[in-house]
């Protein structure tokens, strides 16, 4: 917890808060990815859908 805090501490000296705060989500994507290859689970075409969701939402947020 505390290594999160510190990191994102560092990540908002270099990057406004509009843009770093979104992109928290892609903890979502990154938790499916290792349930899918670490622990060899199934993920449903619906949850990856929803990751691709995700990434898009930070894709347009990202955006100049």
């Given at each position: 917890?505390?290594?999160?805090?510190?990191s994102f501490l560092?990540?908002?000296?270099?990057?406004?808060?509009?843009?770093?705060?979104?992109?928290?989500?892609?903890?979502?994507v990154m938790s499916?990815?290792?349930?899918?290859?670490?622990?060899?689970?199934?993920?449903?075409?619906?949850?990856?859908?929803?990751?691709?969701?995700?990434?898009?939402?930070?894709?347009?947020?990202?955006?100049?």
């Amino acid at each position: 917890m505390a290594v999160f805090f510190f990191s994102f501490l560092i990540v908002l000296s270099w990057a406004d808060l509009s843009l770093v705060f979104p992109a928290k989500s892609l903890v979502y994507v990154m938790s499916t990815l290792g349930a899918k290859w670490i622990l060899k689970e199934t993920v449903s075409l619906q949850r990856w859908g929803g990751n691709f969701l995700v990434c898009l939402g930070v894709a347009l947020i990202s955006l100049p």
